[in-house]
């Protein structure tokens, strides 16, 4: 495994990263190592499975492989940094960190991010009630606006969810409180990915009181977020597409689609 935990970078340490950012030396130049030019990677602590994931002291996931494809065929590396979401988007676009995971693409975002093309997978987001709801859904948005639905801030569920402006949507700083608005009554639905949320549902023990709702909101492609503070930023660009594009057409790409489960038909 080439991305560990021995690599990361905890959250106090972004002190002095932050100190070397706003002097504008160039963070790549700085951290070179045998001749790898190092890109910070924001990550959440809690992980966003099976896209990245902790799991006996090791970095693991779908995207920490794609990653580690970039690192075996370029001249880069990463380190990883713990924070929140909200805070790893804003870093991001500050051009304190480098690149940001499994971002939805939309048109406010394309103004702060370079995103990485093509996209390097799918994700799926769905919606979760209390298991003695009588809700049932077509798949029609308007189905939803009498009801209240947990959100995690900042975040993308795609870009028709985003733009229906006629539903309740309670933004909360991360799964762990959605599933606990949802459990309490605070909230008649929340919406996740289900890979993320079905591990807590298991985690708390929960199965027989959550059930998900059919059918998916939305499949959407996700892709790579790179700050474009770097002044080789349309380079990492270029490099990483060719990579990706690259990875796309082997046969190692499937494999990985069906190790996660992420071959969405």
Do not use: C
């Not at 990361?8 to 001749?35: E, R, T, V, W």
């Not at 709702?213 to 597409?241: C, H, M």
């Amino acid at each position: 495994m080439i991305i560990a935990f021995k690599k990361l970078i905890l959250l106090i340490s972004l002190i002095p990263l932050l100190s070397i950012a706003n002097s504008g030396m160039d963070l790549g130049l700085l951290n070179q190592d045998k001749g790898k030019v190092i890109l910070t990677v924001a990550i959440e602590e809690i992980g966003y499975f099976p896209y990245n994931y902790e799991e006996n002291g090791e970095i693991k996931g779908f995207t920490i492989d794609v990653l580690n494809y970039f690192e075996a065929n370029s001249k880069y590396d990463f380190e990883f940094i713990i924070l929140p979401w909200s805070r790893a988007l804003y870093l991001v676009e500050q051009g304190k960190v480098d690149l940001i995971l499994t971002l939805f693409r939309n048109k406010e975002r394309e103004k702060i991010y370079h995103f990485i093309e093509p996209s390097y997978g799918y994700e799926v987001n769905q919606l979760f009630t209390l298991t003695d709801s009588k809700f049932e859904f077509s798949g029609q948005l308007n189905e939803l606006a009498k009801y209240s639905i947990g959100t995690k801030r900042g975040y993308s569920y795609g870009e028709t969810f985003d733009k229906t402006n006629d539903l309740t949507k309670l933004p909360v700083l991360n799964e762990e409180v959605l599933l606990k608005l949802l459990l309490s009554g605070r909230i008649d639905m929340a919406i996740s990915n289900p890979y993320v949320f079905n591990k807590l549902i298991t985690k708390y023990n929960v199965s027989n009181n959550v059930k998900p709702i059919w059918p998916y909101i939305d499949k959407t492609p996700v892709y790579l977020g790179l700050t474009k503070e770097r002044n080789d930023s349309l380079e990492i660009k270029q490099a990483f597409g060719q990579l990706t594009e690259q990875l796309k057409a082997s046969n190692y790409y499937l494999e990985l689609l069906n190790k996660y489960h992420l071959d969405f038909k």
